[in-house]
């Protein structure tokens, strides 16, 4: 809805707050799962008091990540359907790195690159999820086999680096594309933000005003 001095929502406090709290569970979680990965990384274990206690806090850890993430998915997944108009964004996607944004469809309240990093998002989390409690020895190791736990091994630090290279991507755009942190920050983007980068949902804004 717009605001005054040409302001628009974007985000409740509901939705920012459960952000927020999702980026820091995921903070601390790479610096606990980076420390149990390779013996060179162990000193990060002291963040967390050390490496036993590391070994107990990072899957509990990891499933207050994966109930953020899933109130974030249910938040924002109508919002996140793919669309024609997607796939020709996706396939001009050079004129958007390019700078000139009036060469691909307008884009709605999330363009195709930012549902791109919300669906690998999702498909890791469950990779990550699904894998971790298959390797989780202290509370489900009697559920699955040597064969299985090694298995998960690989596809819980496969999974893991994809991650972390997706939210590097998502962080790395947030700041590349001037105005958008202010939308997890405040809540609220410009007009010109939004006409520039999401004109479609800016319509549909100004719509609702009338």
Known sequence: MAGKNNIFDRYTSGARLNHWIN????????????????????????????GPTARIVHPWIGVLAMLSFLGLFIRFVRFNLWNKDDSAWMRNVKHVVAGDEAKVPEAGKYNA?????????????????????????????E????????????????????????????????????????????????????????RKWLREEVGKSK
Request: charged share 10%; proline share 1%.
């Open 113 to 141: 690159g930012q549902k791109l990093v919300f669906w690998l998002m999702s498909i890791l989390t469950i990779l990550l999820l699904t894998s971790g409690l298959a390797m989780w020895a202290s509370q489900l190791g």
């Open 23 to 50: 980026a820091i569970l995921m903070i601390c979680l790479v610096l606990s799962g980076m420390a149990l990965f390779h013996p060179s990384l162990f000193f990060l274990t002291e963040l967390f008091g050390g």
């Open 143 to 198: 559920y699955t086999t040597i064969e299985q736990k090694r298995l998960a091994a690989v596809v819980h630090s496969a999974s893991a680096v994809l991650l972390l290279i997706v939210v590097i991507t998502h962080v790395y755009a947030a700041i590349w594309v001037r105005g958008t942190i202010r939308g997890m920050t405040r809540g609220s983007v410009t007009g010109g933000w939004a006409w520039r980068h999401h």
